[in-house]
C-alpha cells in the first residue's frame, strides 16, 4: 500500500529492469515479469535505485532488548490471563502490549536514514506462534505491527519529504522441510508444505492488508520454507485478488563454507528461489560484513534481480553481543557499495539507529549496481544443494534411471521390502557413475506412491552426496508429482505432463509446476494419443511450446520436449525408423522453438534385446552419440554403463548403426544372431575394492563415519571388538575408534568443512556402530549382574538406570526455540550408552529442575541458538545454586562460548559449569565427569581455565562500566545471621613452630610447576597427572624430585620454622563501613570508599 505521499514525483520508470524496455533485451523471445512491476511501490523503488543505494533499518531484537522488557511487559493489560506460561521473548506480541515502543524503535530507524523498515513479525506465523499459544492472534499480530510500521513511515515521510517503506518481514518459522528433527526418522518432518503455505498465507495477507509495501521473505536457511512463502505469494497475488506488491528474498548463509544450513550453496538458493521473480534478492544475519563479502559477492554475479545486504554487527562476541561499531561496519558495508555488489544495505542482529546512520553516511555517494540484462538468459538453470547450468553449447546431461521401480526390478524390491537404506545406495550410485540428474519414479500398482516418493526425496534430502544433485521427478499421476515437489528444495525437473486430456488441463498442471519453480518435461503426446513420425512429434512440441509462451510466458529455457523415444528392432516394420524419427525431430525443435530442451528415456529404445546389457548398452551409445550431436540435451539413462563410442566391439557397432538408421532390413536378425554368440556374466564387471578398505579396521571406522558410509561399519565394529588387547570392553569401541572419527567430523563441522546434512549422516553411521555393540554391553552387564548379586549388590542391579553409564537432561533453554544441534547431541550420548531424557524447546527452569529429581539426573545439558539464550542459562545456574541442585551443568549452541561459560555462568553456580563445542566433545566430558578417577582433574582442568578466561577478559575490558554509589548500595546484599554458630573462641591464636611433616601433604604444587613454566594438558593437567603429559610429563618429575630432596633437607635439618595466627572477631555493618569489637582495643571502624 502506497499512500498519496508517494505518488506526488513518482518516475515513470522507463530504464534498468522491470522499470520499461531494457528488461525485454533479456532474450529476443522472453521477458520474466518481476512480481509486483506495475505497482508504484515497484516503480518508485527502482527509480529510486537507479540514483542511489537505498537503507533498510537493523535489528528490531537488538532493541527491544534495550526496554529490559519483562513478563508482564510483553502480557500487558490484555494478556495476563492468557493461559501460556511464559510470553517474554514473543517479541512479535509487542505490537499490540507495547505498540509505542515498537513506533518508536520504526521512527528511530527512519530518523537514522532508513528507506524502508521491517514490520515486528519475524515469528508471525501460526507454526511460531504455537509455542506462545497464540495462534489464534496470528492474523492480528501482522495487521498491526504493519499499521505500526506504516504510521511511522508515513510520518517521518511527511516531515522529511522522502518517500519511505514498508517490508512486510516473513520470517522462516522455527521448523524445516529438508531436514528431519529426528536422527532416528531421518524420512520425518514436523511440518508439512500445505501446512506452511497456509501459515504463510494468513501471515501475507494480513500484512498486505496492514499497510505493506514490500513482502521480504528473511533469514531463509532452508529454502524449501522459502519456497512454501514463495508459492503463497503467487496464490495470493493471482487467485486471491491482491494487488501484487515487489518481493524481496534474503537467505543467510550459517557460516563459512558459503551454505544454508539446509546445505544449498548461494547460487542453488539464487536458482531455487528466482522463479519467484525478486525485485530484490540477497543475504542477512549470521555473519559480520567482511564474512559475507565473497558470498554477497557471489550471489551479485548470479542474479539479474537487485541486490539487498543486511549483515549482523560482526559475528557474535563470546557473549552474544556484537562488538562491530557503526564506523566499523559501515566501512566494511561502504567496500560493497564500491565494489558495485549491492543496491539496499542494511543491518541485521546488532545493528542499531547509530550504525544504520553510519552506514547511510557512508553509502550516500556511491553507485548502485547495476543488474545484469541478459545474465544466463539462455541456460536451463537447476538445482540441488548445488547449481548446474545447461547452456545451449554444454555437455549432454545424464539423468540417472535407476530410482524407477518401472524400470530397475532391484530398485522396485526394495522399496516394496522398505529397504530405503539400500535404496538410497542405488541413488548414490548412480551419482558416483556420473548421473547429473536423478530420475525418481514411484508408479507401481501395489505402491502409494503419494507416501513413498515424499518419503525416498525426505531421505535424499539428508544425503548430501546424493542431494547435490537436482532431481527429476517423475510420474504419470500428478499426484504424486505434487507430493515430491512439496518436499524439494532445490529446482527439479517434473517428468511428465502432455497434451493427453485437452489445453485446458494441460495449462492447469502447468501453471502448478511454475509456481513450484521447476522445468517440466512435456510429451509429444496429445489428444489422439502419442506420436511416432517426425511430423507429429514436431506438430505436438510447437503447439505445446506456443501455450505455454502465449498463456503463462513460461520461461523457455524451462520447456523440456521428451519426442519419445520409442523401441526399434521389434520386427515390426512400422517400428524400423523410430530412432531415426527421434533424431530428426531434435534437429526442427532446435531450430524452431527458442530456448527449449530436449530429453528421453534412453533405455526405451533397446528394449527389445531385455537380458543382453552388453547389446542394450552399445545401442544406447550409438544412439547418443547422434542424437546429441542433433541437439538432444539430456537423457534418462544409466550413466555408469555407456561404453565410449569408439571402444564398440566394430561388428556390434555396425550392427547398432544399421539398427538405428535402419539401413538393413536384416538388421534385427543380426543383431539376435549376434547377441546369442556372446554373453556378459550376470554379475557384471566386479567393482573395484575401495582403497579405503584396505586401511586398518580403526581407520575404516573413521573413514566411515566421517563420508557417513554405514554399509560396511557393522562388520569393522565387530572386528575391532574382537581386538580384546586394545578394546576389553565394547564400551571401549565407542571410546576408542568410534569417538575418535566423530571427533574429526565435529572439527570438520566447527571448521566449515562439513554441512549439517553430512553431521546427521555421520550421526546415523555412530549409531548403527553403537547397536551392534549394545547386545555385547547387555551381556557384559548380565555378567555384572550376576557378580553382584553374588557380592550382595542386588538393590542397586533392580535399578533399572544401573545399565547406562549416567543420565543427563538435555533441555533448549526457555525463549529459544532451537534445537538440532541438541538432538545430535542427544542421539551420540544415546549411542554411548546414556540414558539422555530430553525437555525438547522453551524449556523453563522449573522444568528443567524438576526433570533432574525426577530422573534422579547425573548431568544437566543446556543448550540455545539465539542470543537472549545466554542470558537465560545465567539465570538458570542463578536458580540451580539458590535451589541447593548439585550436579554438573553442561552449555552448548551456536551463540554460547567458552568465555561467556567461564564469565558470566560458571561463577553463578558452586558445581561444576563446562562448555561443550559440539556433540562429539560430549561423549568426553560427560564419561569424565561421571568417572572418579577422572572427574576431579576435569573439574580442576576447567577452573583453571575458567579462571584464566576470567583474567584475561577483565584484563582486556578497555572501557569498564561502574555503578553509581546510589546504584550500588541499593544492590547491596542481605544476609540472613540466624543460623550462624558461635565459633570455638573469640579473639586472637597462635601457632609457633608448627610440624613441618603435617604441611606437607598440604603443598599445592601446581604454582611450581607454572614458575617452572611446565604446564600439562588435560587430563594431565594437575597433579600427579602431570608426569603421564607426553610434552613435559619427563621434565615435571624430574624438578619435582629434585623439590623432594630439597625439600627433605628442610625436614631433616629445621631449616624453616613454621608459624601462623589467625584471629576471629565479632562484627557488623553500619552504612558502607564495617565495625570490628575487639575485647583489648575496642571498636574499630574500617572505611570503605
Given at each position: 500500500?502506497?499512500?498519496?505521499?508517494?505518488?506526488?514525483?513518482?518516475p515513470?520508470?522507463?530504464?534498468?529492469?522491470?522499470?520499461?524496455?531494457?528488461?525485454a533485451?533479456?532474450?529476443?523471445?522472453?521477458?520474466p515479469?518481476?512480481l509486483?512491476?506495475?505497482?508504484?511501490?515497484?516503480?518508485?523503488?527502482?527509480?529510486?535505485?537507479?540514483?542511489?543505494?537505498?537503507?533498510?533499518?537493523?535489528?528490531?531484537?537488538?532493541?527491544?532488548?534495550r526496554?529490559?522488557l519483562?513478563?508482564?511487559?510483553?502480557?500487558?493489560a490484555?494478556?495476563?490471563?492468557?493461559?501460556?506460561?511464559?510470553?517474554?521473548?514473543?517479541n512479535?506480541?509487542?505490537s499490540?502490549?507495547?505498540?509505542?515502543?515498537?513506533y518508536?524503535?520504526h521512527?528511530?530507524?527512519l530518523?537514522?536514514?532508513?528507506?524502508?523498515?521491517?514490520?515486528?513479525?519475524?515469528?508471525g506465523?501460526?507454526?511460531?506462534q504455537?509455542?506462545?499459544e497464540m495462534?489464534?492472534l496470528?492474523?492480528?499480530?501482522?495487521?498491526?505491527?504493519?499499521?505500526?510500521?506504516?504510521?511511522?513511515c508515513d510520518?517521518?515521510?511527511?516531515?522529511?519529504?522522502?518517500?519511505?517503506f514498508?517490508?512486510?518481514?516473513?520470517?522462516p518459522?522455527?521448523?524445516?522441510l529438508?531436514?528431519s528433527?529426528?536422527?532416528?526418522?531421518?524420512?520425518?518432518?514436523?511440518?508439512t508444505f500445505?501446512?506452511?503455505v497456509?501459515?504463510?498465507?494468513?501471515?501475507?495477507?494480513?500484512?498486505?492488508?496492514?499497510?505493506?509495501?514490500?513482502?521480504?521473505?528473511e533469514t531463509?536457511f532452508d529454502t524449501a520454507?522459502a519456497?512454501?512463502?514463495l508459492?503463497a505469494i503467487?496464490?495470493?497475488?493471482?487467485?486471491?485478488?491482491?494487488?501484487a506488491?515487489?518481493?524481496?528474498?534474503?537467505?543467510?548463509?550459517?557460516?563459512?563454507?558459503g551454505?544454508?544450513?539446509?546445505?544449498?550453496t548461494?547460487?542453488a538458493?539464487?536458482?531455487s528461489?528466482?522463479h519467484?521473480?525478486?525485485?530484490?534478492?540477497?543475504?542477512?544475519?549470521?555473519?559480520?560484513?567482511?564474512?559475507?563479502?565473497?558470498?554477497?559477492?557471489?550471489?551479485?554475479?548470479?542474479?539479474?534481480?537487485?541486490?539487498?545486504?543486511?549483515?549482523?554487527?560482526?559475528?557474535?562476541?563470546?557473549?552474544?553481543?556484537?562488538d562491530?561499531?557503526?564506523?566499523?561496519?559501515?566501512?566494511?558495508?561502504?567496500?560493497?557499495?564500491?565494489?558495485?555488489?549491492?543496491?539496499?544495505?542494511?543491518?541485521?542482529?546488532?545493528?542499531t539507529?547509530?550504525?544504520?546512520?553510519?552506514i547511510?553516511n557512508?553509502?550516500?555517494?556511491?553507485?548502485?549496481?547495476?543488474?545484469?540484462?541478459?545474465?544466463?538468459?539462455?541456460?536451463?538453470?537447476?538445482?540441488?544443494?548445488e547449481?548446474?547450468?545447461?547452456?545451449?553449447?554444454?555437455?549432454?546431461?545424464?539423468?540417472g534411471?535407476?530410482?524407477?521401480?518401472?524400470?530397475?526390478?532391484?530398485?522396485?524390491?526394495?522399496?516394496?521390502?522398505n529397504?530405503?537404506?539400500?535404496?538410497?545406495?542405488?541413488?548414490?550410485?548412480?551419482v558416483?557413475?556420473?548421473?547429473?540428474?536423478?530420475?525418481?519414479?514411484?508408479?507401481?500398482g501395489?505402491?502409494?506412491?503419494?507416501?513413498?516418493?515424499?518419503?525416498?526425496?525426505?531421505?535424499?534430502?539428508g544425503?548430501?552426496?546424493i542431494?547435490?544433485?537436482?532431481l527429476?521427478?517423475?510420474s504419470?499421476?500428478?499426484?504424486?508429482?505434487?507430493a515430491?515437489?512439496?518436499?524439494?528444495?532445490?529446482?527439479?525437473?517434473?517428468n511428465?505432463?502432455?497434451?493427453?486430456?485437452?489445453?485446458k488441463?494441460?495449462?492447469h498442471k502447468?501453471?502448478?509446476?511454475?509456481?513450484f519453480?521447476a522445468?517440466?518435461?512435456?510429451?509429444?503426446?496429445?489428444?489422439l494419443?502419442?506420436?511416432?513420425e517426425?511430423?507429429r512429434?514436431?506438430?505436438?512440441?510447437?503447439?505445446?511450446?506456443?501455450?505455454?509462451?502465449?498463456?503463462?510466458?513460461?520461461?523457455?529455457?524451462?520447456?523440456?520436449?521428451?519426442?519419445?523415444?520409442?523401441t526399434?528392432?521389434?520386427?515390426?516394420?512400422?517400428h524400423?525408423?523410430?530412432?531415426?524419427?527421434f533424431?530428426?525431430?531434435?534437429?526442427?525443435?532446435?531450430?524452431?522453438?527458442?530456448g527449449?530442451?530436449?530429453?528421453g528415456?534412453?533405455?526405451?529404445?533397446?528394449?527389445?534385446?531385455?537380458?543382453?546389457?552388453?547389446?542394450?548398452?552399445?545401442?544406447?551409445?550409438?544412439?547418443?552419440?547422434?542424437?546429441?550431436?542433433a541437439?538432444?540435451d539430456?537423457?534418462?539413462?544409466n550413466?555408469?554403463?555407456?561404453?565410449i563410442?569408439?571402444?564398440?566391439e566394430p561388428?556390434?557397432?555396425?550392427?547398432?548403426e544399421?539398427l538405428?538408421?535402419?539401413?538393413?532390413?536384416?538388421?534385427?536378425?543380426?543383431?539376435?544372431?549376434?547377441?546369442?554368440?556372446?554373453?556378459?556374466?550376470?554379475?557384471?564387471?566386479e567393482?573395484?575394492?575401495e582403497?579405503?578398505?584396505s586401511?586398518?579396521?580403526q581407520?575404516?571406522l573413521?573413514?566411515?563415519?566421517?563420508?557417513?558410509?554405514?554399509?560396511?561399519?557393522?562388520?569393522?565394529?565387530?572386528?575391532?571388538?574382537?581386538?580384546?588387547?586394545?578394546?576389553?570392553r565394547?564400551?571401549?569401541?565407542?571410546e576408542?575408534p568410534l569417538?575418535?572419527?566423530?571427533?574429526?567430523?565435529g572439527?570438520?563441522?566447527?571448521?566449515?568443512k562439513?554441512?549439517?546434512?553430512?553431521?546427521?549422516?555421520?550421526?546415523?553411521?555412530?549409531k548403527?556402530?553403537?547397536a551392534?555393540?549394545?547386545?555385547?554391553m547387555?551381556?557384559?552387564?548380565?555378567?555384572?549382574?550376576?557378580?553382584?548379586?553374588?557380592?550382595?549388590?542386588l538393590?542397586?542391579?533392580?535399578?533399572?538406570?544401573?545399565?547406562?553409564?549416567?543420565?543427563?537432561v538435555?533441555a533448549?533453554?526457555?525463549?529459544?526455540?532451537h534445537?538440532?544441534?541438541?538432538?545430535?547431541?542427544?542421539?551420540?550420548l544415546?549411542?554411548?550408552?546414556?540414558?539422555?531424557?530430553?525437555?525438547?524447546v522453551?524449556?523453563?527452569?522449573?522444568?528443567?529442575?524438576?526433570?533432574?529429581?525426577?530422573?534422579?539426573?547425573?548431568?544437566?545439558?543446556?543448550?540455545?541458538?539465539?542470543?537472549?539464550?545466554?542470558?537465560?542459562?545465567?539465570?538458570?545456574?542463578?536458580?540451580?545454586?539458590?535451589?541447593?541442585?548439585?550436579?554438573?551443568?553442561?552449555?552448548g549452541?551456536?551463540?554460547?562460548?567458552?568465555t561467556?561459560?567461564?564469565?558470566?555462568?560458571?561463577?553463578?553456580?558452586?558445581?561444576?559449569?563446562?562448555?561443550v563445542?559440539?556433540a562429539?566433545?560430549?561423549?568426553?566430558?560427560?564419561?569424565?565427569?561421571?568417572?572418579?578417577k577422572?572427574?576431579e582433574?576435569?573439574?580442576?582442568d576447567?577452573?583453571?581455565?575458567?579462571e584464566?578466561?576470567r583474567?584475561?577478559?577483565?584484563?582486556?575490558?578497555a572501557?569498564?562500566?561502574?555503578?553509581?554509589?546510589?546504584?550500588?548500595?541499593?544492590?547491596?546484599?542481605?544476609?540472613?545471621?540466624?543460623?550462624?554458630?558461635?565459633?570455638?573462641?573469640?579473639g586472637v591464636?597462635?601457632?609457633?613452630?608448627?610440624?613441618l611433616e603435617?604441611?606437607?601433604?598440604?603443598?599445592?604444587w601446581k604454582?611450581?610447576?607454572?614458575?617452572?613454566?611446565?604446564?600439562?594438558?588435560?587430563?594431565?593437567?594437575?597433579?600427579?597427572n602431570?608426569?603421564?603429559?607426553?610434552?613435559?610429563?619427563?621434565?615435571?618429575e624430574?624438578?619435582?624430585?629434585?623439590?623432594?630432596?630439597?625439600?627433605?633437607?628442610?625436614?631433616?635439618k629445621?631449616?624453616?620454622?613454621?608459624t601462623g595466627?589467625l584471629?576471629?572477631?565479632?562484627?557488623?555493618?553500619?552504612?558502607?563501613d564495617?565495625?570490628?569489637?575487639?575485647?583489648?582495643?575496642?571498636?574499630?571502624?574500617?572505611?570503605?570508599i
Amino acid at each position: 500500500m502506497v499512500h498519496d505521499k508517494l505518488e506526488n514525483g513518482r518516475p515513470n520508470g522507463d530504464g534498468g529492469i522491470n522499470g520499461g524496455g531494457n528488461l525485454a533485451k533479456m532474450s529476443p523471445y522472453y521477458a520474466p515479469k518481476f512480481l509486483g512491476a506495475d505497482s508504484p511501490q515497484f516503480k518508485l523503488l527502482h527509480a529510486a535505485m537507479q540514483e542511489r543505494i537505498l537503507i533498510i533499518d537493523g535489528a528490531m531484537g537488538t532493541m527491544i532488548q534495550r526496554h529490559d522488557l519483562h513478563e508482564a511487559d510483553f502480557r500487558g493489560a490484555e494478556f495476563v490471563e492468557h493461559k501460556a506460561k511464559n510470553l517474554k521473548g514473543n517479541n512479535d506480541l509487542l505490537s499490540i502490549t507495547q505498540p509505542e515502543i515498537i513506533y518508536g524503535i520504526h521512527r528511530e530507524y527512519l530518523l537514522a536514514g532508513a528507506d524502508i523498515v521491517e514490520t515486528n513479525t519475524f515469528s508471525g506465523t501460526t507454526i511460531a506462534q504455537a509455542d506462545y499459544e497464540m495462534q489464534d492472534l496470528v492474523y492480528r499480530l501482522n495487521f498491526e505491527s504493519a499499521r505500526l510500521a506504516r504510521r511511522a513511515c508515513d510520518d517521518v515521510a511527511r516531515e522529511t519529504g522522502i518517500p519511505r517503506f514498508v517490508a512486510g518481514a516473513v520470517g522462516p518459522t522455527n521448523r524445516t522441510l529438508s531436514i528431519s528433527p529426528s536422527v532416528e526418522r531421518p524420512e520425518f518432518r514436523n511440518v508439512t508444505f500445505d501446512e506452511l503455505v497456509t501459515a504463510y498465507t494468513e501471515q501475507i495477507k494480513a500484512l498486505l492488508d496492514g499497510g505493506s509495501d514490500i513482502i521480504l521473505v528473511e533469514t531463509i536457511f532452508d529454502t524449501a520454507n522459502a519456497r512454501a512463502a514463495l508459492y503463497a505469494i503467487q496464490v495470493i497475488f493471482e487467485e486471491d485478488a491482491y494487488p501484487a506488491v515487489p518481493v524481496f528474498i534474503s537467505g543467510t548463509i550459517v557460516d563459512k563454507s558459503g551454505r544454508t544450513l539446509s546445505g544449498q550453496t548461494g547460487e542453488a538458493f539464487v536458482i531455487s528461489v528466482g522463479h519467484a521473480n525478486p525485485m530484490c534478492i540477497g543475504l542477512n544475519c549470521a555473519l559480520g560484513a567482511p564474512e559475507m563479502r565473497p558470498f554477497i559477492e557471489n550471489i551479485s554475479r548470479v542474479t539479474p534481480a537487485y541486490v539487498i545486504c543486511y549483515p549482523n554487527a560482526g559475528l557474535p562476541n563470546a557473549f552474544g553481543g556484537y562488538d562491530e561499531t557503526p564506523k566499523s561496519m559501515a566501512t566494511d558495508i561502504a567496500a560493497f557499495a564500491e565494489a558495485g555488489l549491492v543496491n539496499i544495505v542494511g543491518g541485521c542482529c546488532g545493528s542499531t539507529p547509530d550504525h544504520i546512520r553510519a552506514i547511510a553516511n557512508a553509502v550516500k555517494d556511491k553507485t548502485p549496481r547495476r543488474p545484469s540484462t541478459d545474465l544466463f538468459h539462455d541456460h536451463l538453470m537447476l538445482s540441488g544443494l548445488e547449481p548446474m547450468r545447461v547452456g545451449p553449447n554444454g555437455l549432454f546431461i545424464n539423468i540417472g534411471e535407476r530410482c524407477n521401480v518401472a524400470g530397475s526390478r532391484r530398485f522396485l524390491k526394495l522399496i516394496k521390502d522398505n529397504k530405503f537404506e539400500e535404496a538410497l545406495d542405488v541413488a548414490l550410485k548412480q551419482v558416483e557413475s556420473g548421473a547429473q540428474v536423478l530420475d525418481i519414479n514411484m508408479d507401481e500398482g501395489m505402491l502409494d506412491g503419494k507416501s513413498v516418493m515424499p518419503k525416498f526425496l525426505n531421505l535424499i534430502s539428508g544425503e548430501p552426496d546424493i542431494a547435490k544433485v537436482p532431481l527429476c521427478i517423475d510420474s504419470s499421476n500428478f499426484e504424486v508429482i505434487l507430493a515430491g515437489l512439496k518436499c524439494t528444495q532445490g529446482k527439479p525437473i517434473v517428468n511428465s505432463i502432455s497434451l493427453k486430456e485437452g489445453e485446458k488441463d494441460f495449462l492447469h498442471k502447468a501453471r502448478i509446476i511454475q509456481r513450484f519453480g521447476a522445468a517440466v518435461i512435456i510429451m509429444a503426446f496429445d489428444e489422439l494419443g502419442q506420436a511416432a513420425e517426425t511430423e507429429r512429434k514436431v506438430e505436438i512440441c510447437t503447439r505445446a511450446y506456443n501455450l505455454l509462451r502465449e498463456h503463462l510466458n513460461f520461461n523457455p529455457e524451462d520447456i523440456i520436449f521428451d519426442p519419445n523415444i520409442l523401441t526399434i528392432a521389434t520386427g515390426m516394420e512400422e517400428h524400423a525408423n523410430y530412432g531415426r524419427y527421434f533424431i530428426e525431430t531434435c534437429r526442427i525443435i532446435k531450430a524452431t522453438l527458442p530456448g527449449a530442451r530436449i530429453s528421453g528415456g534412453v533405455s526405451n529404445l533397446s528394449f527389445s534385446f531385455r537380458g543382453n546389457d552388453v547389446v542394450r548398452e552399445a545401442i544406447h551409445s550409438v544412439f547418443l552419440y547422434h542424437a546429441i550431436k542433433a541437439g538432444m540435451d539430456m537423457g534418462i539413462v544409466n550413466a555408469g554403463a555407456l561404453p565410449i563410442y569408439d571402444d564398440i566391439e566394430p561388428k556390434l557397432l555396425k550392427l547398432c548403426e544399421d539398427l538405428l538408421w535402419n539401413r538393413d532390413p536384416e538388421a534385427t536378425e543380426k543383431m539376435l544372431l549376434y547377441a546369442q554368440g556372446m554373453s556378459k556374466s550376470a554379475g557384471g564387471k566386479e567393482e573395484e575394492k575401495e582403497a579405503w578398505r584396505s586401511l586398518p579396521v580403526q581407520q575404516r571406522l573413521e573413514h566411515a563415519l566421517i563420508k557417513g558410509i554405514d554399509e560396511y561399519v557393522t562388520t569393522d565394529t565387530e572386528l575391532c571388538r574382537q581386538l580384546t588387547d586394545l578394546y576389553p570392553r565394547p564400551l571401549n569401541v565407542i571410546e576408542g575408534p568410534l569417538m575418535k572419527g566423530m571427533g574429526v567430523v565435529g572439527d570438520l563441522f566447527g571448521a566449515g568443512k562439513m554441512f549439517l546434512p553430512q553431521v546427521i549422516k555421520s550421526a546415523r553411521v555412530m549409531k548403527k556402530a553403537v547397536a551392534h555393540l549394545i547386545p555385547f554391553m547387555e551381556e557384559e552387564r548380565e555378567r555384572d549382574i550376576q557378580k553382584r548379586l553374588a557380592e550382595g549388590g542386588l538393590a542397586e542391579v533392580q535399578d533399572p538406570n544401573s545399565f547406562y553409564q549416567g543420565t543427563i537432561v538435555l533441555a533448549t533453554v526457555k525463549g529459544d526455540v532451537h534445537d538440532i544441534g541438541k538432538n545430535i547431541v542427544g542421539v551420540v550420548l544415546g549411542c554411548n550408552n546414556f540414558k539422555v531424557v530430553d525437555l525438547g524447546v522453551m524449556t523453563s527452569i522449573e522444568k528443567i529442575v524438576e526433570a533432574c529429581i525426577r530422573e534422579k539426573a547425573d548431568i544437566v545439558g543446556m543448550s540455545g541458538l539465539i542470543t537472549p539464550s545466554l542470558e537465560e542459562m545465567v539465570h538458570n545456574a542463578n536458580e540451580f545454586q539458590r535451589l541447593g541442585m548439585r550436579i554438573p551443568i553442561l552449555i552448548g549452541g551456536a551463540t554460547t562460548s567458552k568465555t561467556h561459560t567461564a564469565v558470566k555462568i560458571a561463577p553463578k553456580y558452586s558445581c561444576p559449569v563446562i562448555y561443550v563445542p559440539d556433540a562429539s566433545k560430549s561423549v568426553v566430558v560427560c564419561s569424565s565427569l561421571l568417572d572418579e578417577k577422572q572427574r576431579e582433574d576435569l573439574i580442576l582442568d576447567v577452573q583453571d581455565e575458567y579462571e584464566d578466561l576470567r583474567e584475561e577478559h577483565y584484563e582486556s575490558i578497555a572501557e569498564r562500566k561502574f555503578w553509581t554509589l546510589e546504584q550500588a548500595r541499593a544492590r547491596a546484599p542481605n544476609f540472613a545471621f540466624d543460623e550462624i554458630r558461635r565459633p570455638n573462641f573469640v579473639g586472637v591464636k597462635g601457632f609457633r613452630d608448627y610440624p613441618l611433616e603435617s604441611l606437607v601433604s598440604l603443598i599445592d604444587w601446581k604454582p611450581f610447576f607454572d614458575l617452572w613454566g611446565l604446564r600439562g594438558k588435560y587430563p594431565n593437567k594437575s597433579f600427579p597427572n602431570i608426569f603421564k603429559d607426553a610434552d613435559i610429563g619427563q621434565e615435571a618429575e624430574k624438578v619435582y624430585k629434585e623439590a623432594q630432596v630439597v625439600l627433605q633437607k628442610i625436614l631433616s635439618k629445621k631449616l624453616l620454622q613454621a608459624t601462623g595466627v589467625l584471629g576471629i572477631f565479632p562484627c557488623n555493618s553500619r552504612g558502607d563501613d564495617i565495625i570490628i569489637y575487639d575485647s583489648t582495643r575496642g571498636m574499630i571502624k574500617f572505611l570503605f570508599i
